[in-house]
């Protein structure tokens, strides 16, 4: 929760619009730098965006980030062998999924914090026991130095190796919400039902700005 906590003024600066303007969903990765133009000062505000990646689906298919081009996608951090919240998490994330299925412009990005017991083929076994079909959601693998680099530094969710946690992992239960330029748009709580129907609500607001 913390890493996210820093974002809120900007959350709420952007997040607020004229009554007559249609909904847009705030920005949580921003800066604003100056630069010189024409002699003068000026401010300019940079959008940081999801950088290239390159992984492992289920399929022991490669995926990469142009994989995700002109498309909104959701993205989490998970392990198969979760004890506690990661059931609840995806369970909340298939309904997602559900309704929005047969939209090609919507996907799924779940990545296994635990390289070395979730290989490709255990999150096969996993996706199709969750019942997942088709490509919309992509189960990801790749080293753990990947892996926990993208999750904290890009998707601003906290992963960690911990014998003494349950499962031997301690991980937030976001879901990121990133729009057709790479740009995080909203996170949720996976475990709050609350939140999950706000995702929903939101990933409509987003398919409208485009």
Request: charged share 25%; aromatic share 12%.
């Amino acid at each position: 929760m913390k890493n996210l906590l820093k974002y809120l003024p900007i959350l709420f600066i952007f997040g607020i619009g004229c009554k007559d303007e249609p909904k847009r969903l705030p920005f949580l990765q921003m800066e604003t730098t100056q630069k010189t133009v024409d002699g003068k000062v000026v401010e300019d505000t940079i959008f940081r965006t999801i950088p290239t990646f390159k992984f492992l689906n289920q399929d022991s298919v490669e995926v990469t980030d142009k994989d995700f081009n002109n498309s909104i996608y959701v993205a989490d951090f998970f392990f198969t062998t979760c004890p506690t919240i990661c059931p609840t998490m995806h369970r909340n994330l298939f309904k997602v999924y559900q309704k929005f299925e047969h939209n090609p412009t919507v996907k799924f990005a779940s990545h296994t914090i635990d390289v070395k017991y979730d290989k490709p083929s255990v999150m096969k076994a996993y996706a199709k026991k969750l019942g997942i079909k088709g490509n919309n959601w992509q189960f990801l693998w790749g080293t753990r130095d990947q892996i926990y680099a993208i999750a904290e530094r890009n998707y601003l969710v906290a992963v960690t190796e911990d014998n003494k946690a349950p499962g031997g992992f301690v991980h937030q239960g976001y879901l990121i919400l990133v729009d057709k330029q790479k740009r995080i748009r909203g996170a949720y709580d996976g475990t709050v039902d609350a939140d999950v129907q706000k995702l929903m609500t939101d990933i409509d607001i987003l398919l409208k700005e485009y």
